[in-house]
Protein backbone atom coordinates (compact mmCIF):
# COMPACT_ATOMS: atom_id res chain seq x y z
CA UNK A 1 0.00 0.00 0.00
CA UNK A 2 1.45 3.42 -0.82
CA UNK A 3 2.11 5.90 1.94
CA UNK A 4 -0.82 8.27 0.35
CA UNK A 5 -3.67 5.19 0.69
CA UNK A 6 -2.13 4.64 4.02
CA UNK A 7 -2.66 8.53 4.98
CA UNK A 8 -5.71 8.58 3.11
CA UNK A 9 -7.18 5.76 5.24
CA UNK A 10 -6.00 7.03 8.40
CA UNK A 11 -8.27 10.19 7.61
CA UNK A 12 -10.96 8.57 7.22
CA UNK A 13 -10.44 6.45 10.42
CA UNK A 14 -10.16 9.53 12.12
CA UNK A 15 -12.99 11.71 10.30
CA UNK A 16 -15.43 8.60 11.16
CA UNK A 17 -14.86 8.78 14.36
CA UNK A 18 -15.09 12.68 14.46
CA UNK A 19 -18.72 12.25 12.52
CA UNK A 20 -19.42 9.48 15.03
CA UNK A 21 -19.08 12.08 18.19
CA UNK A 22 -20.71 14.84 16.11
CA UNK A 23 -23.56 12.67 15.23
CA UNK A 24 -24.02 11.33 18.93
CA UNK A 25 -23.98 15.04 20.00
CA UNK A 26 -26.40 16.00 17.34
CA UNK A 27 -28.87 13.44 18.24
CA UNK A 28 -28.78 14.16 22.12
CA UNK A 29 -30.09 17.34 21.33
CA UNK A 30 -33.06 16.86 19.33
CA UNK A 31 -35.28 15.46 21.97
CA UNK A 32 -34.63 19.27 23.27
CA UNK A 33 -35.22 21.31 20.30
CA UNK A 34 -37.39 19.07 18.31
CA UNK A 35 -41.15 17.86 18.96
CA UNK A 36 -39.95 14.49 16.82
CA UNK A 37 -37.47 12.19 17.34
CA UNK A 38 -36.49 10.05 13.90
CA UNK A 39 -37.03 6.45 14.59
CA UNK A 40 -34.50 5.48 11.84
CA UNK A 41 -31.20 6.92 12.69
CA UNK A 42 -30.24 8.90 9.21
CA UNK A 43 -26.75 9.72 11.43
CA UNK A 44 -26.12 5.85 10.19
CA UNK A 45 -26.32 6.20 6.48
CA UNK A 46 -24.80 9.56 6.72
CA UNK A 47 -21.32 8.32 8.02
CA UNK A 48 -21.59 4.77 6.39
CA UNK A 49 -21.52 6.45 2.88
CA UNK A 50 -18.59 8.71 4.19
CA UNK A 51 -16.11 6.18 5.69
CA UNK A 52 -16.70 3.95 2.44
CA UNK A 53 -15.25 6.64 0.72
CA UNK A 54 -12.38 5.32 -1.66
CA UNK A 55 -9.25 6.30 -3.85
CA UNK A 56 -9.88 5.63 -7.23
CA UNK A 57 -7.15 7.31 -9.10
CA UNK A 58 -3.79 8.78 -7.44
CA UNK A 59 -1.60 10.52 -9.28
CA UNK A 60 2.07 11.06 -7.54
CA UNK A 61 4.15 14.35 -7.95
CA UNK A 62 7.61 14.68 -6.07
CA UNK A 63 6.15 16.88 -3.26
CA UNK A 64 2.16 17.01 -4.42
CA UNK A 65 -0.43 14.67 -5.26
CA UNK A 66 -3.88 14.37 -6.31
CA UNK A 67 -5.83 11.73 -5.06
CA UNK A 68 -9.38 11.37 -6.53
CA UNK A 69 -12.02 9.18 -4.63
CA UNK A 70 -15.25 7.72 -5.15
CA UNK A 71 -16.65 10.29 -3.07
CA UNK A 72 -19.73 10.16 -0.66
CA UNK A 73 -22.34 8.76 -2.22
CA UNK A 74 -22.80 12.41 -3.97
CA UNK A 75 -19.99 12.98 -6.48
CA UNK A 76 -16.48 12.58 -6.72
CA UNK A 77 -14.51 14.34 -4.96
CA UNK A 78 -10.57 15.09 -5.49
CA UNK A 79 -8.21 15.82 -2.48
CA UNK A 80 -4.96 18.12 -3.59
CA UNK A 81 -1.91 16.77 -1.31
CA UNK A 82 0.98 18.36 -0.31
CA UNK A 83 4.19 16.68 0.94
CA UNK A 84 5.61 18.50 4.35
CA UNK A 85 9.08 17.76 6.14
CA UNK A 86 6.65 14.98 8.32
CA UNK A 87 4.47 13.67 6.49
CA UNK A 88 1.72 14.30 3.77
CA UNK A 89 -1.37 16.98 4.24
CA UNK A 90 -4.32 17.74 2.46
CA UNK A 91 -4.10 21.32 0.89
CA UNK A 92 -7.79 21.40 -0.23
CA UNK A 93 -11.00 19.22 -0.92
CA UNK A 94 -13.02 19.77 -4.40
CA UNK A 95 -16.16 18.12 -5.51
CA UNK A 96 -16.78 17.37 -8.98
CA UNK A 97 -18.77 19.96 -10.18
CA UNK A 98 -22.37 18.79 -10.67
CA UNK A 99 -23.52 21.26 -13.44
CA UNK A 100 -21.25 20.00 -15.82
CA UNK A 101 -20.36 16.75 -14.52
CA UNK A 102 -16.35 17.26 -14.17
CA UNK A 103 -15.84 18.03 -17.80
CA UNK A 104 -15.79 21.80 -17.11
CA UNK A 105 -17.83 22.88 -20.58
CA UNK A 106 -21.18 23.75 -21.21
CA UNK A 107 -21.44 25.86 -24.18
CA UNK A 108 -24.18 28.74 -23.54
CA UNK A 109 -24.28 31.80 -25.69
CA UNK A 110 -21.21 32.78 -25.90
CA UNK A 111 -19.43 31.29 -23.09
CA UNK A 112 -17.34 27.91 -23.83
CA UNK A 113 -16.42 26.99 -19.85
CA UNK A 114 -18.94 26.08 -17.43
CA UNK A 115 -19.88 29.15 -15.24
CA UNK A 116 -20.40 27.14 -11.83
CA UNK A 117 -16.59 25.96 -11.51
CA UNK A 118 -15.10 28.34 -14.05
CA UNK A 119 -14.28 25.44 -16.83
CA UNK A 120 -12.09 23.85 -13.97
CA UNK A 121 -14.90 20.68 -13.36
CA UNK A 122 -14.30 21.33 -9.80
CA UNK A 123 -15.88 23.29 -7.04
CA UNK A 124 -14.83 23.91 -3.64
CA UNK A 125 -15.23 21.24 -1.09
CA UNK A 126 -15.50 20.21 2.62
CA UNK A 127 -13.84 17.39 4.37
ZN1 LIG B 1 -18.82 22.96 -14.00
Redesign the pocket.
Known amino acids: MHEIEQFFSRYVAERTKRDRAYWEYHSSLRPQFFTTVPQDDPGKEWIAKREAESIIKLELGADRAEVRTSGEGMGLKRYILSRLADGWRIERVECA??????????AVGERK???????????KGSD
Open positions: CPFCNESGGISCKFCKGSGWR
